[in-house]
């Protein structure tokens, strides 16, 4: 049972049913999803949600919003939000994309989390021996999914930045870099998972047991 009860549409006052307005335009009159109404709880979350979700995963931007919505759906993966892996899902498929798109995207923020522990420990580890040894992890997924090298380097940023692994996120930029994504696109990047980690970690504290 959620902590935090959702606010229906129908219930909604003052700035949430303005946000609630604003939201019906964005989705062209489609419901609310529901983490929105858990979120009203707090309308000045529930508006900057509402305001950062719609700039920097909802729409076209330095990315298009088929791209951000796999970042987002690699974050809230990461994060174990099922609501939003289920909605950002369902809102790459609408946008065109394909099923296995959307799952090779699982696969490679998967393999992206092994690297990350790995490499953490080499940072956190103090010792200089463990930098000279072999990786010895397979990680095939970043280069045999359906998914274009730029979009798993884009998934890749999101998912290091999150798990705090500086090497990882370095490489990564550098990597991107090469392949011709510019830093506005990359910063665009980052602030469409930090706006998906904010959701989830909202929702996840709302569902907690």
């Known amino acids: 049972m959620s902590r935090i009860s959702p606010i229906p549409e129908s219930a909604a006052v003052d700035k949430v049913a303005q946000t609630y307005e604003r939201l019906r335009e964005m989705l062209d009159g489609q419901p609310i999803p529901a983490p929105f109404l858990v979120y009203a709880q707090v309308p000045a979350f529930l508006q900057d949600f509402y305001m950062n979700y719609k700039k920097f995963v909802h729409t076209d931007g330095q990315l298009d919003a088929p791209t951000k919505s796999l970042i987002g759906l690699a974050v809230a ?25 959307v799952l090779d995207t699982l696969g490679v923020a998967a393999s992206c989390q092994m690297y990350n522990v790995f490499f953490k420990f080499r940072e956190l580890s103090g010792s200089d021996l463990f930098s000279g040894m072999s990786v010895g992890l397979r ?23 999150l798990n705090g692994c500086k090497p990882c996120t370095a490489g990564h930029v550098d990597k991107a870099r ?9 910063l665009e990047c980052v602030q469409c998972a930090a706006t998906i980690a904010a959701g989830c970690h909202f929702l996840n504290a709302a569902n907690a047991t």
């Open 178 to 186: 090469a392949l011709g994504l510019s830093d506005d696109a990359l």
């Open 77 to 101: 993966a990461t994060l174990k939000c099922g609501p939003w892996i289920d909605l950002l899902s369902a809102r790459g498929v609408q946008l065109g994309l394909a099923e296995r798109q």
């Open 139 to 161: 990680a095939h997924t970043f280069a045999g999914t359906s998914l274009d090298a730029k979009l798993v380097e884009l998934i890749n940023i999101a998912v290091s930045d």
